[in-house]
């Protein structure tokens, strides 16, 4: 989970008349899924805020690890400019290499300090990280890789090796083999320093453009739907042969999404900040032959509820017993608000 912590300073010369000043700290904090015990916490940066976060497994890769999409919020800037995709992984074992940690105050005491068995020897460690122009205000796995909503832009990466893994291996041969004992200090500290070595890393496969903020995205199979800040639900598909990401419909409506989710290969569930809940189905696809980039068809609104919450997750579940194909959505906050404010409304026209 990512948490918030209030750091208070003071803007004085030392005569004590200063302001004083807040602002946030984020962290990443892990707890163990058995016990909920504090493994590990991994800081960010200053002026750095952490906005989205999803645990995946890369293709070519059995580990799992935790993506974290974060935005340098300035004070003079509308919208962020600069942000980062964070990929960690927990690491398990040694106890005794947490020491030089420099990513946060009270890290080298959390692996120890927990008290619990498995929990004392596992650590946070960063694995790669990728430099955004904008906020990433979405994560989501996508078959072995990895999509991510950075402002206006839906960018897809994958876990590919590192292009300086080789070259640092070869150097560090060769500057071993000319001083073997600086060499050999300097090494045992590097390695307490970065935990392991960056053999893999996240590359820009592709993208697609034409959102005004794309902040919510989920996938199935092949496809893929952005929740747009204003322009509500697009549909895009994912062609591997061409090594691109392409509009194939959108829904024309002027909707302030606030969650989106896939019922099906053509049925999509909405959420915006009028309180509205909806579902659009593509019209016609586009056939094979005609351009992609001329072929994007219009979705229409199959039906239209209105909670009267405010819905900012969807999130996919088994409701029922009986097996179905078609998957079943809870609405978070619960429905039950809603029925006790329609049954206080009739209770009040009686």
């Not at 290969?265 to 579902?279: K, M, P, V």
């Not at 001329?294 to 969807?314: C, G, I």
Request: glycine share 8%; charged share 15%; hydrophobic share 30%.
């Amino acid at each position: 989970m990512i948490s918030t912590t209030q750091v208070v300073g003071t803007n004085d010369d030392g005569s004590g008349g200063g302001d004083p000043e807040q602002h946030e700290k984020y962290q990443l904090r892990v707890l163990d899924s058995s016990t909920f015990e504090l493994v590990d916490t991994y800081a960010l940066d200053e002026y750095e805020m952490g906005i989205s976060l999803t645990s995946c497994t890369f293709e070519g890769s059995d580990e799992t690890f935790y993506v974290v999409g974060t935005a340098t919020v300035l004070e003079d800037e509308q919208e962020p400019t600069r942000g980062r995709v964070l990929v960690l992984s927990v690491t398990g074992g040694i106890g005794g290499t947490n020491n030089d940690d420099d990513d946060g105050d009270g890290d080298a005491e959390m692996g120890g300090g927990g008290g619990g068995g498995d929990v004392a020897g596992r650590r946070c460690v960063l694995v790669s990280q990728v430099e955004t122009r904008g906020a990433v205000y979405c994560l989501e796995p996508f078959q072995g890789m990895l999509l991510a909503g950075v402002n206006s832009k839906t960018q897809l990466y994958k876990w590919s090796p590192a292009a300086s893994a080789s070259s640092s291996s070869s150097s560090s041969s060769s500057s071993s083999s000319s001083s073997s004992s600086s060499s050999s200090s300097s090494s045992s500290s590097s390695s307490s320093s970065s935990s392991a070595a960056i053999t893999s890393e996240l590359k820009s496969v592709c993208g697609h453009h034409g959102h005004i903020l794309a902040l919510y995205i989920k996938s199935h199979g092949d496809f893929i739907i952005v929740g747009d800040l204003m322009k509500s639900i697009s549909l895009l598909a994912y062609k591997p042969l061409e090594n691109s990401i392409d509009e194939i419909a959108r829904d024309y409506n002027a909707n302030w999404m606030t969650s989106v989710a896939i019922l099906d290969d053509d049925t999509y569930i909405g959420a915006d900040n009028s309180f509205n809940l909806f579902t659009v189905s593509v019209s016609s696809f586009p056939s094979s032959s005609s351009s992609s980039s001329s072929s994007s068809s219009s979705s229409s609104s199959s039906s239209f509820f209105r909670p009267f919450v405010f819905s900012s997750l969807l999130h996919p579940c088994n409701i029922s017993m009986s097996t179905s194909h078609r998957l079943q959505y809870l609405l978070v906050p619960y429905f039950f608000i809603c029925y006790i404010f329609f049954y206080i409304k009739s209770v009040a026209k009686m």
